[in-house]
């Protein structure tokens, strides 16, 4: 198989995440009870880090931060801390954390895919599929702590693409810790499409931590709004939230859309 070489726009990405470093640390809201480990435990993990390998975990390494209303209680929200691996250019795997720290707890995982892998899914299996255009025009998805070129680069090649979300750890409430273990069945998250979805101070906290502003970055992305395309699930929570919601110019569902 022929290995492509990487365009222009690639090596400038690489060079531009080579040269900036992590600055902002957030901490995990919430402990897990136990007691702390012992020596014996100590010795196990060095142990199993020098003789075992923890390939799949590598290249694991693009951060994304973003929010996730569950499906089924839209109220309940949450701040989602993504380490993904690129696998192919049409699909991604990340883990979900509720935090940066090596102290951060795991709470999910989330598939990443293209909108062409999307529109060969059966119409069964797309109802557990949130689209990514409300959180990419927003402002809200962010890289933390790339140059902003690098970031708007990485937000192009999401555009039109779907995330499959569970949540195994309910660790947040919106602005509030959650349970301080991993209770319940794990829940369906979907994502925001309209201005007002967000409970007030959750994007908010997320921009004070990373020193970063979400209507900037909206405005900064402006140019990506040709190339959104119509998806579905947009209006799947249409009218669960409360308050007022106002659309995000770019984001319209593909039902609406064909009519």
């Known amino acids: ?12 990405l690489t060079a531009a995440l080579a040269a ?3 600055t902002s640390a957030v901490t995990s809201p919430v402990s897990p009870p136990g007691q702390a480990e012992t020596t014996k435990t100590n010795v196990l993990e060095a142990g199993a880090a020098a003789l075992q390998t923890s390939a799949p975990l590598s290249g694991m390494d693009i951060h994304l931060v973003g929010f996730h209303p569950m499906k089924d209680d839209p109220t309940h929200q949450m701040e989602a801390h993504h380490f993904c691996r690129q696998v192919n250019e049409d699909f991604a795997q990340c883990s979900l954390f509720d935090g940066n720290t090596a102290a951060a707890n795991l709470t999910g995982v989330e598939y990443i ?10 119409a069964h299996e797309r109802q557990y599929w949130h689209p990514h255009n409300g959180e990419i025009l927003s402002g809200q998805l962010t890289a933390p702590n790339i140059p902003a070129v690098a970031e708007k680069e990485l937000m192009r090649t999401k555009m039109n693409s779907y995330g499959k979300t569970w949540h195994t750890w309910q660790s ?19 994502s925001f499409n309209r201005d007002g979805e967000a409970q007030p101070g959750l994007v908010e906290a997320r921009d004070r931590a990373f020193g970063v502003s979400t209507d900037e970055i909206r405005q900064d992305r402006q140019d990506l709004l040709p190339l959104a395309h119509p998806q579905s699930g947009v209006d799947a929570l249409k009218g669960k939230f409360p308050g007022r919601t106002q659309p995000i ?11």
């Open 249 to 259: 110019p770019g984001v319209v569902d593909k039902t609406a859309a064909s009519r």
């Open 172 to 190: 947040e409430h919106g602005t509030e810790p959650g349970d301080t273990l991993p209770l319940g069945a794990p829940k369906l998250a979907w």
């Open 113 to 122: 895919i293209s909108e062409r892998l999307f529109d060969q899914l059966p």
């Open 1 to 12: 198989m022929t290995q492509r070489n990487p365009g222009p726009t690639a090596l400038a």
């Open 20 to 22: 900036t470093a992590c």
